[in-house]
C-alpha cells in the first residue's frame, strides 16, 4: 500500500531524459535579446517570468525558428498555416527510436551498415524529424508526403542545411497507384489516382478499400481509403532501420480545433483523415505486413489512448512479435508511441503474452525455429551487448517505453 502511494506519488516524466530541453528549458528572455525577430513576441507576466502567447501562431513559428537556428545550428521556414512543431516535444519521439533501436531486443537487419536510416511518414512542410534526427545523431532519412506544399517545403528546409542534406531524401507520394502495386496486390486493393490531395479533403477520390480479410471490425467502416503510405512508396531492395510517423490524427478540422490553448497552424491536409489516426496508423500496419522484411522497427505516434487497445489487437491478429509503447507528455496534452517489428527477437523469450493495464507492450513467444527465422529476415546474428533490461516485457528505459 505504502509502495504503492510513493509510487503515484512520483512525478510524471514529462521529458526524455536525453532531450536538449530536460535540463534547461527554452530561456525566451536571452532567445529575445539574442534574436530580434523573437524579441516583439516575448512578453513577462506579474511574476516576471518571460512568455509567449501560444496561440498566436506567428510567435510559435517565430520560436521553433530560433531553437533549431541556437540549438541544432538549423535554418528553417514554414509558410503561414502550415503545421508549426514544437521543437523539445518532436525531440522526445526521435529519442524514443533511439532507444528502442539501441535496446537490440530486435537485431539489426543490415549488420554491415553503420548508419542509421529511417522513413518519416509525411514529414510535412516543416520536415521536423529528418532535420533533428540528422543533425542530432547523424541519421539519415527518407521524408515523404503527398502535399506539393510539403514537398516544396522540406526540400527547401533541407537544401539550407548543407550539414544534413546529404542525409535526407524528400519523396513525393505518387497518389496514383494503381502503377505501383505490387504483383500480389488483389482487386479488393485501393485503387486511388489523379487528385494531388490526400485524404480527409474533398479534392480525394476514394475507390475501393483495402482487403477486407485484413481488417477486424473495430475498422471496417472506417477503411483508410487515400494515397499509398508505405507500401508502393517504399523501392524494391530498401531497407530502413524505422519507419516514424506523426499522422493526421483528427476526423475533421472541428475536431482538430478543440485546442484553443495552442497555435500550431495545420491545413486540413496535414491534419485530417476519413477515420482520422485509426484508419491511418491501421493501413501502416497492413504495409508493415508487406514490408516486414523491409525495416526494423515500424512505429507512429497515436494521439488517442482509446485507440492504443484496438491499434494492439490488430497488430497481434497480423502476427508481429514484438510491441512496445510509450507516453509523450507534451505541456497540457498527452501522445502514446506505439512500434512493432516481425523481426524475431534477439532473445528467446518465455511467456505468449504479456499485457498488464499499466504495461501495453508485449512481444509473442518465439516459437519455430529461432535461427531460422532469423536468417530470413537476414540479421545479424553476431552476439550483442547485453541490455541491462532482464525482463524484456518490460524494457525500463530512462523515458518510460511502457
Ligand atoms: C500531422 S502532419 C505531420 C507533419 C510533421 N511530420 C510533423 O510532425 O509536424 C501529417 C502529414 O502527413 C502527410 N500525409 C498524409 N497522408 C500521407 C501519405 N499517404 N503519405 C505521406 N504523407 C502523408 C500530410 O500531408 C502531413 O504533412
Known sequence: MKNKKRRREQPRPTIHPRNKYSENPPDFALL???????????????????????????????????????????????????????????SNYIHWIEDLLSSE?????????????????????NCIYPLLGASLLGWSFVGSDVTDAAFEWAERNVKTN????????????????????GEDS???????????????????????????????DAVEEKSYS???????????????????????????????????????????????????????????????VRLKHSFRWFTSMVGRKSNLKSLIAKLREVGVTIVKTTEFVQGQTCRWGIAWSFIPPARKLISPYVAEKSNLSFM?????????????????????????????????????VN
Request: glycine residues 8%; contains cysteine; charged residues 20%.
Open 226 to 288: 487515400g494515397p499509398p503510405i508505405l507500401f508502393g512508396v517504399i523501392r524494391d531492395g530498401e531497407t530502413f532501420d524505422f519507419c516514424m510517423c506523426n499522422p493526421p490524427f483528427f476526423e475533421s478540422m472541428e475536431e482538430a480545433s478543440l485546442n484553443p490553448k495552442t497555435s500550431c497552424g495545420g491545413t486540413p491536409q496535414e491534419m485530417v483523415c476519413p477515420g482520422g489516426e485509426k484508419a491511418f496508423i491501421t493501413r501502416i500496419i497492413e504495409d508493415s
Open 105 to 125: 531486443i530486435i537485431p539489426k537487419i543490415n549488420s554491415n551498415v553503420d548508419n542509421i536510416r529511417g522513413f518519416d511518414i509525411g514529414t510535412g512542410a
Open 364 to 400: 509473442l513467444e518465439v516459437s519455430v525455429n529461432f535461427i531460422s527465422q532469423l536468417l530470413a529476415f537476414n540479421v545479424s546474428l553476431v552476439p550483442h551487448r547485453s541490455c541491462s533490461q532482464s525482463n524484456p516485457f518490460s524494457m525500463k528505459m530512462a523515458h518510460p
Open 32 to 90: 529575445a535579446s539574442l534574436y530580434p525577430s523573437f524579441n516583439p513576441f516575448v512578453f513577462y507576466g506579474r511574476d516576471g517570468r518571460p512568455r509567449i502567447d501560444w496561440t498566436d501562431f506567428n510567435a510559435t513559428r517565430e520560436l521553433t525558428r530560433v531553437l533549431l537556428l541556437h540549438d541544432h545550428g538549423l535554418d528553417w521556414w514554414i509558410p503561414d498555416g502550415q503545421l508549426c512543431p514544437t521543437v523539445p516535444n518532436r
Open 186 to 216: 488483389s482487386k479488393e486493393d485501393l485503387l486511388f489516382c489523379g487528385s494531388k490531395s490526400i485524404c480527409g479533403n474533398s479534392i480525394g477520390r476514394e475507390l475501393a478499400p483495402i482487403s477486407s480479410s485484413t481488417c477486424d
Open 162 to 181: 548543407p550539414q544534413v542534406s546529404d542525409l535526407i531524401e524528400i519523396r513525393k507520394v505518387d497518389t496514383c497507384i494503381d502503377a505501383v502495386l
